[in-house]
């Protein structure tokens, strides 16, 4: 089965998109834009045997509905890529707000669902594959103190996300092979919570 959101940026000429991914057991699976090399690399994911993207066709849903919602509040007075990052921002800022914190892995799916609605929108598939990492790293230095390991420790405490190995992964990837494009600038020039 296939999951379809449809959706439109309400710009002078309106823009429509639709995200078209696997859809199982009402589920969808993403994640698509996210390198192996900051999730595997050392780490044992016990329970897991690895990591699956998958989240709920209602909470994916959800997710897309707050991006485009918040999209459409500025979009007459930004670009279409600052406007799909100030969503974003907004989005992880309003999940901190309301749980205090957010687990690394709820931060990388609101990077999906972003990613996967400007593919929609005809954005560059490699270009987005490339500044994924990147996307997160700065939204992890942004809000370094709110953002969690989605593993806890032996104890059930919860490990802030730049004390982890996954972290270290992702710093010393987005070192290696930053290839944030020139044109796109930094995408949250603004990084008050």
């Not at 698509?32 to 690399?41: A, M, S, V, W």
Request: aromatic residues 14%; glycine residues 4%.
């Amino acid at each position: 089965m296939e999951f379809n959101y449809s959706f439109t940026i309400n710009t002078r000429m309106s823009v429509h998109g639709t995200v078209k991914l696997p859809l199982k057991n009402n589920m969808v699976q993403f994640g698509q834009f996210r390198p192996d090399e900051i999730l595997d690399k050392h780490i044992d994911y016990p329970l897991y045997g690895g990591l699956n993207h998958h989240e709920t066709a209602e909470e994916f849903r959800s997710d897309c509905d707050f991006i485009i919602t918040q999209v459409n509040a500025v979009i007459s007075s930004l670009d279409l890529y600052t406007s799909f990052n100030r969503a974003l921002k907004i989005i992880v800022e309003n999940h901190i707000k309301r749980f205090g914190r957010i687990f690394v892995n709820d931060l990388m799916a609101y990077i999906d669902v972003y990613s996967e609605l400007l593919l929609a929108l005809g954005f560059n598939r490699k270009i987005l594959a490339d500044i994924y990492p990147t996307i997160l790293y700065i939204l992890i230095q942004m809000y370094k103190n709110y953002v969690l390991e989605a593993f806890n420790t032996f104890d059930g405490k919860n490990i802030s996300f730049v004390d982890s190995l996954r972290y270290d992964n992702l710093r010393e990837y987005v070192t290696v092979t930053y290839v944030l494009h020139e044109s796109w600038g930094n995408p949250f020039p603004d990084n008050e919570l």
